[in-house]
């Protein structure tokens, strides 16, 4: 196991690459299975979750070769089953379901758990599978899916208490990619990685019409076939270092993005008072000695991503105002409070919404990362510290940020990663 050492205090400057999207790679990866010819994934990040992903594609009987940001599967023979040691390890396997039942008619995927950020229940995706046609029947831990004479198109309505769902939309569309007739999904996430794989899909020879808005429609196909395609930028990543530009920098800009990705995190930077410019390509943002505070809530796309939430918690603990954050998708996404506090953080954590008082002085302390974001924001908090944080569990944040302690050295960070 390893752990980050941060030295607070440091200015960024400079600039920095962003990665692919580790939630565009995750279905990408999990739709080469549709098609028994060779598909190929480029900018896919090196991360664990992407491992996990492509060491599922493997175990089904997928060919995979990875290297340097590019993979190449070809899943000629594959089985429906998904084995829960692995599918265990990551929540995200479990888009894995859509293809396995497009292409297979059955499917067994182990369930996976409850995580730190909440419940993360997978009764919409069984709902959609069910809708087209599919038994569902939840047996030992496992979701098994068969539909023996095939999946039939159908309307769809993937919305949920908490709003629609990214992945959920994610596997009902690429189950119904083969599936009988007309698909439309109603409640669809409108998320910028679900428009990333149905561009995959379509480039596989898949009919999808609407992605990147609530509604989508699917006319299914006899087959796919194979393709070439690069995913998307990580927008999670960008914001995290214009995060990091915001509370340290001295000008920090991040190179191969897609501003429009990022509208609603721009929009609250720029309320705070940041200075931002954007080109085709890049973000630059510019420091600002008189931020001002912020009330956030966190939406589904194009609101403001909870995927961003922790971030902007520590972001407000530097800005010398009352800010608050109300957290509606993971209602209980806060486990960086806690640790937050113990570095002098001013939080009043209320249900969902955190109150947080910024500007109290933060000083380093040993912290625990939870999840991948509550991860990242301790990371932003120790940069902005005073004297030595210790973050531990540092493999929360190898999950999801690719390099995280190089980009940020290369920006004039100081940290270490040791054994722990
Ligand atoms: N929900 C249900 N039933 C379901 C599915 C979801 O009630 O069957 C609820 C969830 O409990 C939550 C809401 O719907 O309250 C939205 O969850 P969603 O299904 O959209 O989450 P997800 O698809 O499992 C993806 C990202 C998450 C990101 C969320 C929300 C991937 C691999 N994961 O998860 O990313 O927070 O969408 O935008 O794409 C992260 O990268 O750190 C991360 C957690």
Same mark, same amino acid.
């Given at each position: 196991?390893?752990?980050?050492?941060?030295?607070?205090?440091a200015t960024?400057?400079?600039?920095?690459?962003?990665s692919?999207s580790?939630?565009s790679s995750?279905?990408i990866?999990?739709?080469?299975? !549709?098609t028994?010819?060779?598909?190929?994934?480029r900018?896919?990040?090196?991360?664990?979750?992407?491992?996990?992903?492509?060491?599922?594609?493997a175990?089904v009987?997928?060919?995979?070769e990875?290297?340097s940001?590019?993979?190449?599967?070809?899943?000629?023979? =594959? $089985?429906?089953?998904?084995?829960?040691?692995?599918?265990?390890?990551?929540?995200?396997?479990?888009?894995?379901?859509?293809?396995?039942?497009?292409?297979?008619?059955?499917?067994v995927?182990?369930?996976p758990g409850?995580?730190?950020?909440?419940?993360?229940?997978?009764? !919409?995706?069984?709902?959609?599978m069910?809708a087209?046609?599919a038994?569902? $029947?939840?047996?030992?831990?496992?979701v098994?899916?068969?539909?023996p004479?095939g999946l039939?198109?159908?309307? =769809?309505?993937?919305l949920?208490k908490q709003?629609?769902?990214? !992945?959920?939309?994610?596997?009902?569309?690429?189950?119904?990619?083969?599936?009988?007739?007309?698909?439309?999904?109603e409640?669809?996430?409108?998320?910028?990685?679900?428009?990333?794989?149905?561009?995959?899909?379509? $480039?596989?020879g898949a009919?999808?019409?609407?992605?990147?808005?609530n509604?989508?429609?699917?006319?299914?196909?006899?087959?796919?076939n194979?393709?070439?395609?690069?995913?998307?930028?990580?927008?999670?990543?960008?914001?995290?270092?214009?995060?990091?530009?915001?509370?340290?920098?001295?000008g920090?800009? =991040?190179k191969?993005?897609?501003?429009?990705h990022?509208r609603a995190?721009?929009?609250?930077?720029?309320?705070?008072?940041?200075?931002?410019?954007t080109t085709?390509?890049s973000?630059t943002?510019?420091?600002?000695g008189?931020?001002?505070?912020?009330?956030?809530?966190t939406?589904?796309?194009p609101?403001?991503?909870?995927?961003?939430?922790?971030?902007?918690?520590?972001l407000?603990?530097?800005?010398?105002d009352?800010?608050?954050?109300t957290?509606t998708?993971?209602p209980?996404r806060?486990?960086?409070?806690?640790?937050?506090?113990?570095?002098?953080?001013?939080?009043?954590?209320?249900?969902?919404?955190?109150?947080?008082?910024?500007?109290?002085?933060?000083?380093?302390?040993?912290?625990?990362?939870?999840d991948l974001?509550?991860?990242?924001a301790?990371?932003l908090?120790?940069?902005?510290?005073?004297g030595?944080?210790?973050?531990?569990?540092l493999?929360?944040?190898?999950r999801?940020?690719e390099?995280?302690?190089?980009?940020?050295?290369?920006l004039?960070?100081q940290?270490?990663?040791?054994?722990?």
């Amino acid at each position: 196991m390893e752990k980050l050492i941060v030295h607070g205090g440091a200015t960024l400057k400079g600039r920095v690459n962003i990665s692919g999207s580790k939630n565009s790679s995750l279905p990408i990866l999990a739709a080469t299975l !549709l098609t028994k010819d060779e598909c190929t994934i480029r900018r896919v990040p090196d991360l664990s979750d992407t491992n996990y992903m492509t060491q599922i594609l493997a175990e089904v009987g997928a060919d995979v070769e990875r290297a340097s940001g590019v993979v190449v599967v070809k899943a000629e023979n =594959i $089985k429906s089953e998904a084995p829960y040691d692995l599918v265990r390890k990551m929540r995200a396997s479990i888009c894995v379901l859509g293809p396995l039942t497009g292409r297979l008619r059955h499917a067994v995927v182990s369930l996976p758990g409850g995580c730190v950020i909440g419940d993360r229940p997978v009764d !919409l995706h069984l709902r959609g599978m069910e809708a087209l046609g599919a038994e569902v $029947k939840v047996d030992a831990g496992n979701v098994i899916v068969s539909a023996p004479k095939g999946l039939k198109g159908a309307t =769809i309505n993937m919305l949920g208490k908490q709003g629609s769902t990214v !992945l959920g939309t994610d596997n009902v569309m690429m189950a119904a990619v083969l599936a009988k007739g007309t698909t439309i999904i109603e409640g669809a996430a409108a998320e910028p990685e679900v428009e990333d794989l149905a561009n995959f899909l379509k $480039k596989m020879g898949a009919k999808i019409e609407g992605a990147g808005t609530n509604r989508i429609v699917i006319e299914g196909v006899k087959e796919l076939n194979g393709c070439d395609h690069t995913v998307i930028a990580d927008r999670i990543e960008a914001g995290t270092f214009l995060v990091a530009g915001a509370m340290l920098g001295d000008g920090v800009t =991040i190179k191969r993005v897609n501003a429009d990705h990022l509208r609603a995190v721009l929009d609250a930077l720029r309320k705070c008072g940041f200075a931002i410019e954007t080109t085709k390509d890049s973000i630059t943002i510019h420091p600002n000695g008189t931020a001002k505070g912020f009330d956030l809530t966190t939406l589904p796309y194009p609101g403001f991503p909870t995927d961003m939430q922790a971030q902007f918690c520590a972001l407000a603990c530097a800005i010398p105002d009352v800010s608050t954050i109300t957290e509606t998708i993971f209602p209980q996404r806060f486990m960086h409070v806690a640790e937050m506090k113990r570095m002098g953080a001013n939080i009043d954590l209320q249900g969902a919404t955190a109150r947080i008082r910024g500007g109290a002085k933060l000083s380093g302390a040993p912290v625990m990362a939870s999840d991948l974001r509550a991860s990242a924001a301790l990371v932003l908090a120790a940069m902005k510290a005073e004297g030595r944080t210790e973050i531990n569990r540092l493999y929360h944040i190898d999950r999801g940020y690719e390099h995280l302690d190089d980009k940020l050295s290369s920006l004039g960070a100081q940290l270490e990663r040791v054994k722990a």
